[in-house]
């Protein structure tokens, strides 16, 4: 029976991230013919191919598609134990890995991440930015070991913990027809033209709903990935944008207007996703002890 070692299951990840094994040798300073030697003699031990070889790269084969996910469930296993038993030597070592959505990490995150490194000198985090759907993917495959994302997003997958909220505001060129208001309605925005966030956003999901209780459509000018851009849009009098309060103060150059919106809906809380607690390695545990706390 075929043995895993990890040296093997962590190139083989690396591999399936980076799509090349000419990328994952870069990624894991190995020879390339070193890493494919390691794959030939895991897919001869196995007896069936775990990878695709393509023009442009590589993707696992079904049977590869297996292999990955339990190899990062066994090195996550591994982190957790070398994580557990740092702490009986020179203090806690660790890297938590963290996905998050662009409203946490325009609103709060990295001030989140500041403070908690400041007390943890000997721990790092890497923090990427994704859709809310994709974080709790991402969680869920062992990509990253918490997501911080919104409510409203199905996550039937992992564990999620309620957070922060925030609150959803049109933001408007001080010439827009809606500037005078002091509160409006969503079903008041949807005469007019939209700037939206990336295509993939879930608030977008969440909108086109309720458009669609209104008997309406959305109708948008644009679709852009950052607030900077959508703001710079906005300010162009290009159309108006749906986007959070806390998010509008951190851009102080823009002169716009931000309306607050009527409609219950328009609170929305943040959730922290984890695979499970009871699994976190102990420098992610810490980091969402440190979350947590911030709430008190």
């Known amino acids: ?19 090349s094994i000419a ?10 013919a070193a890493v494919s030697r390691r794959i030939a003699d895991m897919e001869r031990a196995l007896g069936t ?4 070889r393509r023009a442009r790269g590589v993707m696992p084969t079904p049977a590869g598609e297996i292999l990955l996910r339990h190899a990062r469930h066994l090195m996550h296993s591994v982190e957790i134990l070398q994580s557990d038993l740092s702490e009986f030597s020179s203090g806690v070592r660790g890297l ?5 959505n662009v409203s946490s990490i325009v609103e709060f995150l990295p001030d989140e991440i500041a403070s908690f490194l400041q007390c943890n000198e000997k721990m790092n985090v890497i923090l ?10 991402g969680v869920a495959d ?13 996550a039937s997958e992992v564990q999620t913990l309620p957070y922060r909220s925030d609150h959803f505001a049109v933001v408007v060129h001080s010439k827009h027809a809606l500037a005078g208001s002091n509160v409006v309605s969503f079903a008041e925005t949807l005469a007019y033209e939209q700037i939206g966030l990336s295509v993939n956003a879930a608030l977008n999901g969440l909108m086109r709903r309720v458009a669609a209780e209104h008997g309406r459509q959305l109708r948008y000018r644009a679709n852009v990935s950052t607030f900077d851009a959508a703001f710079r849009l906005v300010q162009l009098n290009l159309g108006l944008a749906i986007l959070p309060v806390e998010a509008v103060t951190q851009f102080g150059p823009y002169d716009l207007r931000a309306i607050p919106l009527s409609d219950q809906w328009a609170t929305r809380q943040f959730v922290i996703c984890v695979r499970s607690q009871d699994q976190l390695t102990l420098p992610a545990r810490r980091f969402l002890d440190h979350l947590l706390r911030g709430l008190d």
């Not at 990427?128 to 993917?137: G, L, N, T, Y």
Request: with cysteine; proline share 3%.
């Open 128 to 137: 990427e930015e994704r859709v809310s759907s994709e974080v709790v993917r």
């Open 49 to 52: 191919s775990l990878l695709l």
């Open 1 to 19: 029976m075929w043995q895993p070692d990890p040296t093997s299951l962590r190139l083989f990840v690396a591999i399936c991230e980076e799509g």
């Open 142 to 154: 062992g990509v990253a070991d918490l997501g911080i994302c919104r409510d409203f997003v199905g």
């Open 23 to 32: 990328r994952a040798s870069v990624r894991e300073e190995i020879a390339a």
């Open 96 to 100: 938590v890995r963290v996905l998050a």
